[in-house]
């Protein structure tokens, strides 16, 4: 364990002579703090690292009732839980810094590609082809793999076993997904005339 790291017993102890209100308010306080400080989504394990044998699920329902009518919320997010501004601010933080901007930096074409892979995963560079009707670039796919939106599958089963790819986590954090489940309906893309 890392040199003045507090343990889990360290940390229940500043708590000792709380009522059990002020310690659940105390232990909310903390896991926002915690998703405050984070870049990434923190897991269910880190947080009851700092909250021990406690509801987590509950923890967080109490952070976000907390929440409500702020400019920030919490969400779930891959695996984990991040604290985020809510998304009918967004105009407004544009207008007034360029703070917190994820762009990825993809183009039109890029943007197809990755969405084709995150609905047809695992598919193989072929089966990228077949649905845009042209070969897909080792360099395009070398650009989306580079970002860590997506990483190699398991091998397909066709002649000569070419890779397959999937989206990864970060591809989840980087469109404020849970799991590939939230992804928008296919059929409702198609008709808004977002995908062919």
């Known amino acids: 364990m890392a040199k003045n790291r507090p343990t889990d017993l360290d940390l229940d102890r500043g708590l000792a002579g709380l009522l059990p209100e ?3 308010q105390e232990w909310v306080r903390r896991i926002e703090a915690i998703l405050f400080a984070s870049f990434s ?9 700092v909250v021990g044998d406690v509801s987590i699920d509950l923890l967080v329902e109490d952070l976000a009732a907390g929440l409500e009518g702020r400019a920030f919320e919490v969400a779930r997010v891959a695996d984990g839980w991040i604290l985020r501004t809510r ?35 695992p598919i193989t560079r072929d089966g990228l082809k077949d649905i845009f009707g042209k070969d897909i670039s080792r360099d395009l796919i070398g650009r989306l793999s ?8 398991p091998r397909s089963p066709q002649r000569g076993a070419p890779y397959t790819y999937v989206t990864t986590k970060r591809f989840l954090v980087a469109f404020g997904l849970e799991s590939l489940r939230d992804l928008p309906d296919r059929e409702g893309l198609e008709d808004a005339g977002l995908a062919g």
């Open 22 to 24: 002020q310690r659940w």
């Open 41 to 49: 989504p923190v897991s269910h394990k880190e947080l009851a690292r």
């Open 87 to 121: 998304a009918v601010y967004a105009p407004a933080i544009r207008a007034a810094a360029d703070v917190g901007n994820q762009d990825l930096g993809l183009g039109d074409f890029e943007t197809a590609v990755l969405a084709a892979i995150a609905y047809h995963q």
């Open 146 to 153: 580079g970002r860590g939106l997506i990483g190699t599958g």
